[in-house]
């Protein structure tokens, strides 16, 4: 199994300065079939479904802010939230879909300072 | 718009078992793999297992290997997951995503309280 860790487990961010969330996988995220990182990050608030952020490491999803950036390769990737709004306290989680079974990083809570 | 109507709470007692569905509307279930995920109180998410609605093949994580089963009925555009021998560490919200490679479409979740 791919094993997925996150860093830091938490984070305080003073709102309007950057959050970087570190996300590293015990093999490489790159598929030779495809060609692509096989990693995504989900934003996760208590009481709702875990919301696609980012894909293939780097693609923002339709509607996303573009606040969020991913960025990485190999087996290194991150996740920055460029300028912290309240709006974006939140668990965010990274999964890499390269194999079965599909594996989730622990979760980084990210707070206002 | 596609989106995913999973059922209602359900509170059970150790030992028995739940089956949670998830129905599929503004696509057509069989077009794509449907996995489960859960996430305990205070816990990360947890993947289960997926299935391929075309053909019904299913794969679990070992975790829950024999408790676990993934079904779907084609005719309902609905998909379930059943769990037996439910403990409380079974508590849980249990989520149904489709997979477009990624995850791109979540259901609410469902609550399965397992309670003595």
């Known amino acids: 199994d791919i094993v997925m860790t996150q860093s830091p487990d938490s984070l305080a961010v003073s709102l309007a300065e950057r959050a970087t969330i570190n996300c590293k996988s015990s093999?490489?995220?790159?598929?030779?079939?495809?060609?692509?990182?096989?990693l995504a990050w989900f934003q996760k608030k208590a009481g709702q479904p875990p919301k696609l952020l980012i894909y293939?490491?780097?693609i923002r999803e339709s509607g996303v802010s573009d606040r969020f950036t991913g960025s990485g390769s190999g087996t290194n990737f991150t996740l920055t939230v460029s300028s912290l709004q309240a709006e974006d306290v939140a668990v965010y989680y990274c999964?890499?879909?390269?194999?079965?079974?599909?594996?989730f990083g622990q979760g980084t809570k990210v707070e206002i300072k | 718009q596609e989106r995913l109507e999973q059922s209602g709470a359900e509170v059970k007692k150790p030992g028995a078992s739940v089956k949670v569905s998830c129905k599929a509307f503004g696509y057509t279930l069989t077009d794509r793999h449907l996995h489960w995920v859960r996430q305990a109180p205070g816990q990360g998410l947890e993947w289960m297992g997926r299935i391929d609605p075309s053909g019904g093949g299913t794969l679990y994580a070992q975790k829950f290997q024999g408790r676990v089963t993934l079904t779907r009925d084609t005719s309902l555009n609905t998909a379930y997951m059943e769990l037996s021998a439910l403990r409380s560490d079974d508590t849980a919200v249990y989520y149904c995503?489709?997979?477009?490679?990624?995850?791109?479409?979540w259901g609410r979740g469902t609550l399965v309280s397992v309670s003595s």
């Open positions: 093999q490489s995220l790159l598929h030779p079939s495809t060609n692509k990182h096989h």
């Open positions: 995503a489709k997979e477009i490679w990624h995850f791109v479409l």
């Open positions: 293939w490491a780097s």
């Open positions: 999964q890499q879909y390269s194999s079965d079974p599909r594996t």
